[in-house]
């Protein structure tokens, strides 16, 4: 049973307003700040548990190490506990047939489908250096088809809830602490020399969250990604000889602000030894704004993600910067995903891939294709929610079903007709031309900006 007091610190906060004031998406005077945050303290409804897009930074603000942010999360989770979660959110519930890894395995190629099943095998890792891949890398399996990850053995299956860090991030405080523990008897099994996470969320839970705040241990080195590579750098083993010629803004993922300064400088120091010239962000680091994901986390509604998603790829875009740098293959689905929705000219690029280029290899950059088939799986779900009454339900997760180390490996990537539809409507030349995309991007625009004028001020 998990011991929800760790998250409440109402009784020790001093109602100072310091978190609320200081957050980049609520903008609250100081007085409005200590009402929402008295609010919140109190169990009460407030404005936050709407508009939070979970990007952790009021936890850095606090003046007395409250952490803040993690009440938000507690009060999500008792928002949760009385009326269960709305029907989209199975999209992002691994194992769920409507979820996007459900839907999205049958339509991707076989060089991919090969590896998620090569990802999902136990046997014969035991022992090594792993890297462990996390469920939201399984969206573009292909970043990892580089040879600056031939030293790791990947192991990675959806159906551990990765490390639980999306879930964590909606408040679903019960079913991470049941992650945690099916993920300890997976590595009990697996007994990695180190692991290094290949996303920061993976670091910040593994390595932070799920031993303090959850009834998980871990007794192996976790490595971020980016310390690796840059041990890569610093030993010679990467020879970034052709400098890539680009001007860059970098996204810092929400999760990386749990570990501090500890990934930051690094992604900076590897970005730079690429040649290019970084052109900061307004909000970065500490004060990074989300990418959209966390952004529907508050009232479960796409139309906040996408909100979210083009005022962030706008604030990279004023820098001049030519392209996107992220660290984190969430944050690179959902720019890539909205970078087509709302026609943004921006490219995204995985710090991989930067480092594919500076070493003189062309990456796959599968981004396009892969974001329409996002797009492809959000239309199927839309259609069944309108069509079909169940497909509407609110849902409880079993904690039943997280229990123990994952089944067989081999998916059978069974197609979803309606999917398939979908997807080969927007994959098509009669899709995928400038005037067909101009007209998607201009009725995305214009209900976003409907949505903002009529529901919201
Ligand atoms: S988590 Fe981020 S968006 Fe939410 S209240 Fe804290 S600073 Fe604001
Ligand atoms: S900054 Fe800390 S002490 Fe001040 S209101 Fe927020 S949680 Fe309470």
């Known amino acids: 049973m998990l011991d929800t007091t760790k998250f409440d610190s109402s009784e020790r906060c001093n109602l100072c307003g310091t978190c609320l004031s200081s ?20 169990g009460q409804l407030s404005m936050v548990l709407e508009k939070c897009t979970t990007c952790l930074s009021c936890d850095l603000y606090c003046p007395n190490g409250f952490d803040p942010y993690e009440l938000i999360l507690l009060r999500w989770n008792e928002r ?12 992002v519930m691994p194992g769920d047939p409507a979820s996007i890894w459900s839907q999205l395995y049958p339509l991707m190629p076989p060089d991919e489908q090969e590896l998620i099943n090569n990802w999902r095998a136990r ?4 022992g090594k250096d792993i890297l462990l891949t996390g469920c939201f890398s399984a969206f573009s399996p292909y970043l990892t088809m580089t040879p600056l990850l031939a030293g790791l053995t990947p192991y990675g299956d959806e159906r551990n809830w990765c490390s639980g860090g999306h879930i964590y991030q909606l408040g679903l405080l019960d079913v991470v602490d049941r992650v945690g523990l099916r993920l300890q008897d997976v590595f009990n099994e697996l007994k990695p020399r180190k692991l290094v996470t290949l996303m920061a969320a993976e670091y910040a839970m593994l390595g932070k969250i799920l031993p303090q705040r959850f009834n998980t241990s871990f007794d192996f080195e976790v490595v971020p990604l980016e310390h690796y590579l ?6 010679g083993k990467l020879k970034l000889s052709c400098k890539v010629n680009k001007r860059v803004a970098i996204h810092d993922n929400c999760f990386s602000k749990a570990a ?10 590897l970005v730079q030894a690429c040649g290019v010239k970084i052109s900061e962000m307004q909000h970065n680091k ?11 986390a508050g009232r479960f509604d796409l139309f906040d993600l996408m909100a979210q998603g083009k005022k962030r790829l706008a604030e990279a875009e004023a820098t001049g910067a030519d392209c996107l740098v992220v660290y984190c293959a969430a944050c690179y689905f959902i720019f890539s995903v909205v970078r087509e929705l709302v026609g943004s000219k921006l490219e995204i690029y995985h710090i991989l891939e930067l480092l594919d280029m500076a070493e003189g290899r062309l990456p796959l950059h599968r981004t396009r294709r892969r974001a329409f088939n996002i797009i492809a799986i959000m239309s199927t779900n839309i259609t069944r929610m309108l069509l079909q009454s169940e497909a509407r339900q609110r849902f409880r997760i079993d904690l039943a079903t997280i229990h123990g180390a994952p089944g067989p490996v081999d998916l059978d990537f069974k197609s979803d007709r309606l999917c398939a539809f979908y ?20 009725l995305v625009r214009l209900a976003l900006a409907g949505r903002r004028r009529f529901n919201h001020g």
């Open 230 to 235: 840059l041990d890569m750098l610093r030993s």
């Open 80 to 91: 949760y506990q009385k009326k269960g979660l709305p029907a989209l959110a199975r999209m």
């Open 23 to 42: 957050c980049p998406i609520l903008n609250l005077e100081q007085d409005r700040a200590i009402a929402e945050k008295q609010r919140l303290n109190s």
């Open 423 to 442: 997807n080969g409507f927007f994959n098509n030349s009669a899709m995928q031309n400038p005037f067909s995309l101009s007209i998607l991007t201009a």
């Open 286 to 296: 500490e004060d990074a704004l989300c990418c959209g994901f966390g952004a529907a």
């Open 123 to 126: 046997s014969g890792k035991s």
């Open 260 to 269: 501090g300064d500890a990934v930051w400088s690094p992604v900076r120091e």
